[in-house]
């Protein structure tokens, strides 16, 4: 199957595009109807003050349209970020690049199916991408920038929905289920490992460390952050979730961001370390769900949503 890059001069301000369309579910690992929600993509300075802390700059709407816009994650660069747009005339997910200085070209890459969840294949050669295909069959695809030809890389496991780069030839990925699991898989082949069950759908690499974080959701206990080592192979929980959340990023120095509603907080690990709020974005009504972090920890981009709207 072929693959185009197509460059398009459009312009997504505050103010808004010229595309509509309805909400889609958060994600194609999605098991039950979503309301009908319509996420923006909004992008702030992070602040890093002298004594440690970190606070938000005033946040701008990058992407402000109808419909659904979500799963932003930064390229390598920092210059702007990939994200999963629903096209409303195709009732089709794509992938989408913006970029910071302006969003005045961006890149769609255009497949017969829905993608999502874009990611830097770890050799910069292109994403890999969560591809829906034509039987619902949910697997892990590469998308190379040449427009070459794309592929499985996970040919034999699946229903995906979710994943993230551990190293060159392993990635962790969130196989659904009842219930969801985490499991390691080698791009080489053979069997992937299961190392957790119950985890919620943001898998994210930690910086410096041959390691994902991820959090555990089961009724008994608490939602609460864990951590995979893939040199030892050890699963540990580094600390409870705020409001019961699974969303979460990293900055590049080892401090996890997650939202709360209207509110952002920051936790660093270490013995005594507790959630700090370093944001409240309530006089603006919306609710932050997902979050990505630039390389630089210096932007941070934030999926919003209306906020008086209940689920």
């Known amino acids: 199957m072929s693959r185009r890059l197509l460059l398009i001069g459009l312009v997504l301000a505050a103010c808004g595009g010229d595309t509509g369309g309805d909400s889609a579910p958060e994600g194609p690992a999605a098991e039950a109807p979503a309301p009908p929600l319509d996420p923006d993509i909004w992008v702030a300075e992070l602040v890093h003050h002298d004594d440690g802390s970190m606070s938000l700059g005033q946040p701008t709407a990058a992407i402000h349209r109808p419909g659904y816009d979500n799963q932003p994650y930064f390229t390598p660069d920092g210059r702007g970020f990939w994200f999963a747009a629903l096209d409303e005339h195709t009732a089709q997910t794509d992938i989408w690049r913006y970029d910071l200085t302006g969003a005045i070209e961006q890149v769609v890459m255009t497949a017969p199916e829905s993608e999502y969840s874009p990611t830097p294949l770890p050799d910069g050669t292109g994403l890999s991408v969560i591809r829906v295909e034509a039987d619902s069959t949910q697997r892990l695809w590469r998308a190379p920038f040449d427009g070459s030809e794309s592929a499985p890389i996970l040919p034999d496991l699946a229903p995906i929905g979710y994943h993230a780069w551990i190293t060159a030839d ?53 939602p609460s952050l864990m951590r995979y080592d893939s040199g030892s192979g050890t699963v540990e929980a580094l600390v409870q979730t705020v409001g019961g959340g699974d969303f979460h990023a990293w900055t590049p120095d080892g401090t996890v961001l997650m939202a709360d509603g209207p509110r952002i907080w920051a936790w660093t690990p270490g013995p005594s370390s507790q959630w700090v709020e370093i944001a409240d974005l309530s006089e603006r009504r919306v609710r932050v769900t997902r979050l990505a972090v630039s390389p630089d920890g210096r932007q941070i981009a934030m999926v919003v949503e209306p906020g008086d709207v209940l689920l």
């Open 170 to 222: 392993r990635v962790a990925v969130f196989v659904l289920g009842n219930p969801p699991t985490l499991r390691i898989a080698h791009v080489s082949g053979g069997p992937a490992e299961t190392v957790a069950e119950g985890i919620g759908r943001s898998i994210q690499k930690i910086p410096g460390e041959p390691a994902v974080s991820f959090v555990r959701m089961v009724e008994s206990e608490p």
